[in-house]
């Protein structure tokens, strides 16, 4: 059940939904359970939240001409600037706090080709977790 709750906490960690799943890993990492089934769990679940994301910008992005759109045109070009000027590798950067979730939003809405997207927000959020096991397990 444990490994369950740290799916979902790091799923909607990955949303644009505010909520960290880094506490709860380095909590469990204390009480004994397997460390691999907590990465696995935790990366997995952060990488599915942010191709929620990714899908998001992918459909929302016909709508950007409604008035109702929540991101306005010149916010839009920015971003998409920025992520033109960084590039794809900059998804292996998604877990960042604040840019790393609309990062993977903007990667939608830029179309980068789905496969390319897992491959390096996963690698980006595996070495992450990976860092905060190690360091609950040295420090606590």
Same mark, same amino acid.
């Given at each position: 059940? !444990?490994?369950?709750?740290?799916?979902?906490?790091? &799923?909607?960690?990955?949303?644009?939904?505010?909520?960290?799943?880094?506490?709860?890993?380095?909590?469990?990492?204390?009480?004994?359970?397997?460390?691999?089934?907590?990465?696995?769990?935790?990366?997995?679940? /952060?990488?599915?939240?942010?191709?929620? /994301?990714?899908?998001?910008?992918?459909?929302? /992005?016909? &709508?950007?001409?409604?008035?109702?759109?929540?991101?306005?045109?010149?916010?839009?070009?920015?971003?998409?600037?920025?992520? /033109?000027?960084?590039?794809?590798? !900059?998804?292996l950067l998604a877990w960042l706090?604040?840019?790393?979730?609309?990062?993977?939003?903007?990667?939608?809405?830029?179309?980068?080709?789905? !496969?390319?997207?897992?491959?390096?927000?996963?690698?980006?959020?595996?070495?992450?977790?990976?860092?905060?096991?190690?360091?609950?397990?040295? &420090?606590?």
């Amino acid at each position: 059940m !444990s490994y369950l709750s740290l799916f979902f906490t790091a &799923f909607i960690a990955a949303t644009l939904l505010p909520t960290a799943s880094e506490g709860m890993l380095a909590y469990l990492t204390q009480q004994q359970y397997n460390i691999t089934l907590l990465w696995f769990s935790a990366t997995l679940g /952060n990488t599915l939240g942010s191709c929620v /994301n990714w899908w998001l910008g992918k459909e929302l /992005n016909r &709508f950007k001409d409604r008035k109702w759109f929540a991101v306005s045109e010149q916010q839009l070009e920015k971003a998409q600037q920025s992520f /033109n000027r960084y590039g794809r590798a !900059s998804l292996l950067l998604a877990w960042l706090p604040i840019v790393g979730d609309p990062l993977t939003f903007v990667a939608g809405i830029m179309r980068v080709p789905f !496969s390319i997207f897992v491959l390096l927000v996963a690698i980006g959020k595996a070495l992450r977790y990976a860092i905060v096991i190690a360091m609950a397990l040295q &420090f606590f």
